[in-house]
């Protein structure tokens, strides 16, 4: 694995949350916690930028509290 990805097990992300980088690293990237200008994410839900809620499919709004958010 790259040695600049950072993992943080302690911020929750939602299970539904996929951007490209999870499908070369794996689910532990930096870029499930933070969103990168260089990665583009999408909700499995709605296979869109956007949720259920219509709300942005991205890090900082896929978390607790959110009507859609599921725990990985």
């Known amino acids: 694995m790259p040695e600049f990805i950072r993992v943080d097990d302690t911020r929750p992300v939602c299970k539904h949350l996929r ?23 999408q ?3 709605t296979c869109f930028v956007t949720g259920p809620d219509e709300g942005l499919a991205v890090p900082e709004s896929c978390q607790p509290g959110r009507g859609c958010f599921e725990s990985r």
């Not at 951007?19 to 994410?41: E, P, V």
Request: glycine content about 4%; hydrophobic content about 25%; charged content about 15%.
């Open 19 to 41: 951007t490209k980088a999870l499908h070369a690293y794996g689910q532990n990237t930096h870029d499930a916690f933070h969103t990168s200008r260089s990665s583009s994410y």
């Open 43 to 45: 909700c499995l839900r």
